[in-house]
């Protein structure tokens, strides 16, 4: 073998090398989101707040929380830690429960005083206190307002 077909074969090598290191080190971590009602369920074994992801499917400002914030490691560590995590399509009619109420998630987003995309809704752990926090927010912002609604 060659000078140059060594140096070809171990150019290889070192790429495939790094390429499959480089992937096994991008674990991607996810949000463990769950339904309204699963929130409710688990909430009455292991008490939590709840924090839900309102959002339709043409925001584009959603779409980019899903792919930025949502995807952030402090993020998503945080949420699984502290929250149950729901996401809620503000324009479906499918059915859901919350409090006991059966209405369309549609409703459910109204009656969370949600009036514009992205919002984010924070339930506490006896499901007293929901407070709707509209817009689009950065991965530091977001898990900032998470803290002090945990407060």
Known sequence: MNLFTRLLVFTFLLAVFSNAHANGDKEVAEINWVTIEEAQVLGANDPRSIF???YTDWCGW???M????FQNADVVKYVNDNYYAVKLDAESNEKVTFNG???????LARAFRVTGYPTFVLIDETFQQITPVPGYKQAAEFKNVL???DQ
């Open 52 to 54: 839900v992801d309102v």
């Open 62 to 64: 959603c779409k980019k």
């Open 66 to 69: 899903d792919k930025s914030t």
């Open 101 to 107: 109420v059966e209405l369309t998630k549609r409703e």
């Open 147 to 149: 803290k002090q609604f």
